[in-house]
């Protein structure tokens, strides 16, 4: 079993051997232009007949955010033509004279409107205009469209006239891919509906030619990370390949999570610093928290509310930063900044020697001694120390500051960005993170952990082993599954039993067939029921977990003390003298992850280097530059105290300990490092 992480520096891939319980990784830098390319070369490095391939990658990501995606038609009720623009009227930055909202991903002239129109009960208003419909598809065809989305209003409640349109555009456009609302979110809200309907149209035939190509380089069966950290089938990834936007982050985080609830940490925080960006999620009693909402290709990286609304289920990933690749560079007022834009694989930081000449966070790494002048991933990837100097000095000179000073620099700025966002994440959800425990992972957050960890008060972090790789090794323990939604708004206390039944029904059985083909066995399907919650009058729901027999004994009180209990622990409070509705039913099915507990097993090699080395870095609480010791973590003994300032390295990362800060691996070969203070 292997499974795949395509970012947007850096491939990682992990093999997991059943007959000898062992783990092997790679590292290598991603190809863009074909992306498969380093998937292939590898899994071929490792050398391994694999039966099964798991994939995760940010390139969706990237195509909404670079805007390179296909061109896109909608076709949507009369009336309801500029839903994508008006949006939701909020005001992201009520201070922020010139705001700017993302460009809709279908260009108004693309959008076309037809008769239709369902009740919100989904009774038939005015029936759909199948002349007007084919007009429309013509029209956008004619316009050179690759894709159409079909986003009719409360198609949620009844789909048929998105059906019926779909039908008959598929039959007069065999290759045009089709994407309906109802399929792809079929949930309330006609603006995050129309939004993530068009994104998946949008990066439909991108995905769809992507996976095609890769399928047919690989000899074994490909499967899918979802953003939920769950995993699905090549073909209902290619039918609803938004489903995929936050496959690569999500994977890291199954990987944290497995980690926290194997040591009973009640809670945790997950930090994946790569080489693009840096991304946070929490997790309580081993389980990562979940969301129905997420943004992606944010006007104002860190301002929510600035970017593309999707409504699919996805684990709760906070962007709280830059990645190794990112850009420092002096703004017009002479500050220094760091981010969003970055050098990627490809011309790469300065570094890499591959025609990149603008400073990095990576070159200021380099620059300070936090990583090895042999080289990335075990010198696979050399690294120049003195174009990493070069492109440095050219920023220093403008901040008129000496190198070493402007390479500490940019790291400080990306360290107090992160640790920033981190906490207001945190103070928004009413978590206090001394609480936590900080687990790094991905190529660059081991070097950053220490200082994000002070910086948030954090006394433990956590660097498992293979850190660089963990998102791939997240794919390997990830469970198989599928979540399935309807709404239907209806007073807690006025439900219709029969019709819950039917359509709880309904969504379990295309549920359990949908996971069925990700080869699990009908026994091993587990099944879950929640349903969003809300008071009458609320704008906002809370999605409440429901024990299957509240349902089949028509359990209100039960149900209502639930979604109490739930809104308690969220907002302290509960309204008492409020009556609740219900939204939106859920119905999410899993079966067993492959590979149990993947940072249990060493094969019991070790690195061909042992010893300590000794090697200049700067650390500003040392006064500059000064002598540390150089650890390899494969030489390191259980309980082996390893006192900061130091490096420990391994092949895909490097932990910097920090002064005042101690580290020793434990009994599963975690790298632990905690405060002395």
Not at 290 to 308: C, F, I, P
Not at 451 to 469: F, S, Y
Not at 507 to 520: F, K
Not at 616 to 622: D, G, I, L, T, V
Request: hydrophobic share 45%.
């Amino acid at each position: 079993m292997a499974a795949v992480d395509v970012g947007g520096t850096f491939t990682d891939v992990a093999v997991w051997h059943a007959s000898r319980a062992s783990l092997r990784t790679n590292k290598r830098l991603t190809t863009p232009v074909d992306p498969a390319r380093a998937v292939v070369d590898g899994l071929d490095a490792l050398g391994s007949a694999i039966a099964a391939v798991v994939h995760g990658t940010t390139l969706l990501t990237n195509a909404l955010i670079e805007r390179r995606g296909a061109v896109v038609g909608l076709i949507t009720t009369h009336g309801f033509r500029d839903v994508l623009e008006i949006g939701n009227e909020l005001r992201y930055d009520t201070f922020d004279l010139k705001l700017r909202r993302p460009d809709p991903i279908v260009p108004r002239r693309l959008r076309m409107a037809v008769p239709e129109r369902m009740s919100s009960d989904g009774e038939v208003i005015v029936p759909l205009d199948l002349r007007a419909t084919e007009a429309a598809g013509r029209f956008l065809v004619e316009q050179g469209v690759q894709a159409i989305a079909i986003a009719f209003v409360n198609a949620y409640a009844n789909p048929a006239h998105e059906q019926a349109a779909a039908r008959l555009l598929s039959g007069m456009f065999p290759d045009i891919s089709i994407s309906t609302s109802a399929e792809v979110s079929s949930e309330v809200r006609e603006y995050e509906r129309f939004s993530t309907t068009t994104a998946n149209a949008y990066v439909q035939p991108l995905i769809d030619g992507y996976l095609g190509d890769l399928s047919s380089q690989l000899p074994s069966s490909l499967f899918l990370m979802l953003s939920d950290g769950t995993i699905s089938t090549v073909g209902a990834a290619r039918r609803l390949p938004i489903c995929m936007v936050e496959s690569g982050p999500a994977a890291g985080t199954i990987a944290a999570a497995q980690l926290a609830k194997d040591c009973e940490w009640p809670a945790a925080m997950a930090f994946d610093m790569g080489g693009t960006t840096a991304k946070l999620s929490l997790i309580h009693d081993g389980l990562p928290q979940l969301t129905r909402s997420l943004e992606v290709a944010r006007v104002h990286r860190l301002k929510k509310g600035s970017g593309l609304p999707l409504r699919v289920p996805s684990i709760d990933l906070l962007e709280i930063g830059a990645g190794g690749g990112s850009i420092a560079r002096v703004d017009s007022l002479g500050l220094l900044k760091v981010g969003p834009e970055s050098a990627g694989a490809v011309p790469g930081p300065a570094c890499y020697g591959r025609g990149g000449n603008e400073a990095t966070v990576t070159d200021a790494d380099l620059v300070l001694g936090y990583i090895s002048p042999r080289g990335l991933v075990g010198g696979r990837v050399r690294l120049d120390a003195e174009f990493a100097r070069t492109s440095i000095a050219r920023v220093a000179e403008r901040l008129d500051m000496s190198v070493d000073e402007t390479a500490a620099g940019i790291i400080d700025v990306v360290n107090t960005h992160m640790a920033t966002a981190a906490r207001i994440h945190l103070a928004e959800h009413g978590r206090d993170p001394r609480r936590y425990r900080l687990i790094a992972f991905g190529g660059a957050g081991p070097l950053h952990a220490f200082r994000v960890a002070k910086l948030l008060g954090i006394t433990q972090v956590v660097l498992p082993r293979d850190a660089g790789v963990a998102a791939a090794i997240g794919m390997l323990v990830a469970p198989r599954g599928v979540e399935r939604v309807r709404s239907w708004r209806c007073p807690l206390d006025r439900l219709d039993w029969g019709r819950v039944q039917s359509l709880l029904t309904e969504l379990e059985t295309d549920a359990r067939e949908l996971i069925r083909q990700s080869h699990v066995a009908e026994e091993d399907i587990h099944v879950e029921i929640a349903a969003d919650l809300r008071y009458v009058g609320q704008g906002h729901e809370l999605t409440v977990g429901l024990d299957r027999r509240y349902i089949e004994n028509h359990d209100l009180e039960s149900i209502a003390a639930a979604f109490a209990e739930h809104y308690r622990r969220r907002y302290s409070l509960v309204l008492e003298r409020m009556p609740a509705e219900i939204v939106s039913w859920r119905v999410r099915a899993q079966g067993p992850a492959v590979v149990e507990r993947a940072y249990r097993f060493n094969d019991g090699t070790t690195g061909a280097r042992q010893g300590v080395e000794q090697r200049r870095a700067f650390f500003r609480e040392c006064g500059g530059p000064v002598d540390v010791a150089v650890h390899f973590r494969d030489s390191l003994a259980e309980h082996d105290v390893v006192r900061g300032p130091a490096l420990i390295e391994e092949e895909t990362t490097t932990c910097v300990v920090g002064p005042g800060w101690s580290a020793a691996l434990d009994g599963m070969g975690n790298l632990l490092m905690w405060n002395e203070a």
